[in-house]
């Protein structure tokens, strides 16, 4: 597993992402996201299928999940091959009491978001540290490089406060899996995540941004590895 990916082993994490797993049945088609709770949830589906109790078919959001679906054994296909999957599993870096969640952390949040809105559920794994009772995180937003400075204006206009995010290994920016830039905006406690959504989406060179209104269920793990549900 890579270093985001289960580099301690955390059992409020892997509560929650055996307990999604479940949800899926042989014949599904199902979408795989990125971060370290959802790699609980695509090992244990590995172990399904390597113990023959479960066939089927995940699409990835990432690099980083195809890899973990890979060395779990899941067999993949793509969303032009399967346009409507069954369902959607994934992380969320923060979730308040409506199911409005900000992801990006991974800087895969605009196929995270194409994937979970291509299915008919969409279900996030989190461990308790990541609910909010209102969303106050940074919002990743993935930008066309070229487009960099007009966005960082506009953003700026919505008083938001926005840093080009830098890679750790090396000199420079994250690159996303689409070759774009990701800038990390703080809005402070967002007091309205639907509008700001709509107010970024709008900006000319904004590929996809953070904020996620279509949860449809919440598995919460918890210390004492039990876990939450919570459905819209």
């Given at each position: 597993?890579?270093?985001?990916?289960?580099?301690?082993?955390?059992?409020?994490?892997?509560?929650?992402?055996?307990?999604?797993?479940?949800?899926?049945?042989?014949?599904?088609?199902?979408?795989?996201?990125?971060?370290?709770?959802?790699?609980?949830?695509?090992?244990e589906?590995?172990?399904?299928?390597?113990?023959?109790?479960?066939?089927?078919l995940?699409?990835?959001?990432?690099?980083?999940?195809?890899?973990l679906?890979?060395?779990?054994?899941?067999?993949?296909?793509?969303?032009?091959?399967?346009?409507?999957?069954?369902?959607?599993?994934?992380?969320?870096?923060?979730?308040?009491?409506?199911?409005?969640?900000?992801?990006?952390?991974?800087?895969?949040?605009?196929?995270?978001?194409?994937?979970?809105?291509?299915?008919?559920?969409?279900?996030?794994?989190?461990?308790?540290?990541?609910?909010?009772?209102?969303?106050?995180?940074?919002?990743?937003?993935?930008?066309?490089?070229?487009?960099?400075?007009?966005?960082?204006?506009?953003?700026?206009?919505?008083?938001?406060?926005?840093?080009?995010?830098?890679?750790?290994?090396?000199?420079?920016?994250?690159?996303?899996?689409?070759?774009?830039?990701v800038?990390?905006?703080?809005?402070?406690?967002?007091?309205?995540?639907?509008n700001?959504?709509?107010?970024?989406?709008?900006?000319?060179?904004?590929?996809?941004?953070?904020?996620?209104?279509?949860?449809?269920?919440?598995?919460?793990?918890?210390?004492?590895?039990?876990?939450?549900?919570?459905?819209?």
């Amino acid at each position: 597993m890579t270093e985001r990916n289960m580099s301690t082993d955390s059992p409020e994490k892997r509560a929650a992402g055996v307990a999604a797993s479940w949800m899926v049945e042989s014949g599904m088609v199902v979408g795989l996201g990125t971060g370290s709770t959802v790699a609980y949830t695509i090992k244990e589906l590995g172990r399904r299928i390597r113990e023959e109790e479960l066939e089927i078919l995940g699409v990835v959001t990432s690099y980083q999940s195809e890899m973990l679906a890979i060395e779990a054994g899941i067999p993949l296909a793509t969303l032009a091959q399967h346009p409507e999957l069954d369902i959607a599993i994934d992380g969320v870096d923060q979730i308040d009491s409506r199911l409005y969640a900000i992801k990006g952390g991974g800087a895969a949040h605009t196929r995270e978001k194409i994937v979970s809105s291509s299915s008919k559920r969409f279900v996030v794994v989190a461990d308790e540290s990541k609910i909010s009772t209102q969303l106050d995180k940074a919002v990743p937003i993935e930008v066309l490089p070229f487009a960099k400075t007009l966005v960082v204006k506009k953003i700026k206009e919505l008083g938001g406060k926005p840093k080009l995010r830098s890679a750790l290994r090396k000199d420079g920016p994250v690159i996303t899996d689409n070759g774009n830039f990701v800038l990390d905006a703080d809005f402070g406690v967002i007091n309205d995540p639907e509008n700001l959504a709509l107010q970024l989406s709008s900006i000319p060179g904004v590929v996809e941004h953070g904020i996620f209104s279509n949860v449809d269920e919440l598995y919460i793990g918890r210390k004492d590895e039990s876990v939450e549900i919570v459905r819209r």
